[in-house]
T-cell receptor
């Protein structure tokens, strides 16, 4: 299995809703990432987990809450989002080895109404 | 120092032509330089990557040229095809597990039939 699987593919939520994005990989990668991508822009890093511990939070608002329950799974919990949070949310993973690069999932297209 | 500058912003090439995208970086601690291809609504997919100890890497129609002294690298797409029409991002990183990818701003490539 050489994929990063993200669910759901599309999500529409109201500003008062609570939802979660899920990311799964079975490649044995020990670093996992959440990126946010707005239209016609490059991905922007949100969070990094290394060996299931949060190692980087790029000053992301607390309405985004990451969780790494185990080495294969990464969640992003969403609460009280704003319309400007609408974007493509990408998960990526990386093996902690010098020979391997990042693998991205296909993303979750989030629309906040 | 953390930036990666990418040019051009957009590129139109005739089928069979050569597409060339350029990137420049400042941080000499970077030791991993990937190129990603992204189709609309999809996550970035790793196309080809290079380490600074080599000056060129070729995979099929895709070649990275790397100039360490100038701190520049470029992607050449030979015999460009309409199916290559996508957004291309260069990036830079370090190989330790938690370090983030620094993306260029992206190049939208259109290959005309």
């Amino acid at each position: 299995d050489t994929e990063v699987t993200q669910t759901p593919k599309h999500l529409v939520m109201g500003m008062t809703n609570k939802k979660s994005l899920k990311c799964e990989q079975h490649m044995g990668h020990r670093a996992m990432y959440w990126y946010k991508q707005k239209a016609k822009k490059p991905p922007e890093l949100m969070f990094v987990y290394s060996y299931e511990k949060l190692s980087i939070n790029e000053s992301v608002p607390s309405r985004f809450s990451p969780e790494c329950p185990n080495s294969s799974l990464l969640n992003l919990h969403l609460h009280a989002l704003q319309p400007e949070d609408s974007a493509l949310y990408l998960c990526a993973s990386r093996l902690t080895d010098r020979e391997y690069g990042y693998t991205f999932g296909s993303g979750t297209r989030l629309t906040v109404v | 120092q953390q930036q990666v500058k990418q040019s051009p912003q957009s590129l139109i090439v005739q089928k069979g032509g050569i597409s060339i995208i350029n990137c420049a970086y400042e941080n000499t601690a970077f030791d991993y330089f990937p190129w990603y291809q992204q189709f609309p609504g999809k996550g970035p997919a790793l196309l080809i990557a290079i380490r600074p100890d080599v000056s060129e890497k070729k995979e099929g129609r895709f070649t990275i040229s790397f100039n360490k002294s100038a701190k520049q690298f470029s992607l050449h797409i030979m015999d460009s095809q309409p199916g290559d029409s996508a957004t291309y991002f260069c990036a830079a990183s370090r190989m330790d597990s938690s370090y983030k990818l620094i993306f260029g701003s992206g190049t939208r490539l259109l290959v005309r039939p």
